[in-house]
């Protein structure tokens, strides 16, 4: 029996041993292409949209990536890639504040004429389902192509404070989201879904007359209320 009982903990703590550090790729990822977007260490690789740098409102605490509303006004802002990504798988992991909104936004068009990444870029929703403000319409839950598609069904964040899992692909406009395993969108940009979906949301509006029209641009971490906490996010281009 003893000797059962030892072997069991050298297993269990093997297992331990071998867990993967966030931030970090394995030798496997690298021979499959993937980078990290975010060392765990600085901010290098992401400004604030329309800035040179990152505002103070964006900080590395302890491995991850912080949005502290608590910073002065001046440091916020949604931040985004240095680069500009086309056909890729996006991974990430993210965490909320109780009643915490935020989202992570793509095909962001930088140019001056646009004052936000949300008017040229589709946003999948980032969100504390239960005590957010914005938990009234299905498509505003988290895991959902905002204000386009998704519903509770297929949103199922864990609870505030407990990192909820990402996979984003877009290939040559056709985008697929998982959010903790759970597939929540898939559709083609430009396609006759995508139009009308665009046509029954706020992106209707002529504010909004270049959003989503190019599968392609930065990739956008969003200021919103509350806080979120972001790690282990990396990409592989297609």
Known sequence: MRTTLVFAALVLLGRIGIAQTPNTLTNKEKKEGWKLLFDGKTTKGWHTYLRDT????WQVQDGVLVFDPSQPASGGGD????????????????????GGNSGIIFD??????????????????VLDNISADDNKKQTHLAGCLYDMAGDSTVSKPKPVGEWNQVRLIQDKGHLTFWLNGIKTFEGQMGSEQWNAMVANSK??????????????????????????GWRNIKIRQL
């Open 54 to 57: 990152v505002g103070s409102k």
């Open 79 to 98: 931040i985004v890639t240095n680069e500009v990504y086309e056909n890729y798988e996006l991974n990430l992991e993210w965490r909320i504040s109780k």
């Open 108 to 125: 962001v068009q930088e140019d001056p004429k646009y004052n936000a990444t949300y008017l040229t870029g589709p946003e999948m929703q």
């Open 203 to 228: 992106f209707r509006n002529k504010s909004f007359s270049d959003f989503g029209k190019v599968s392609k641009g930065r990739i956008a971490l969003q200021q919103h209320p509350g806080s979120s």
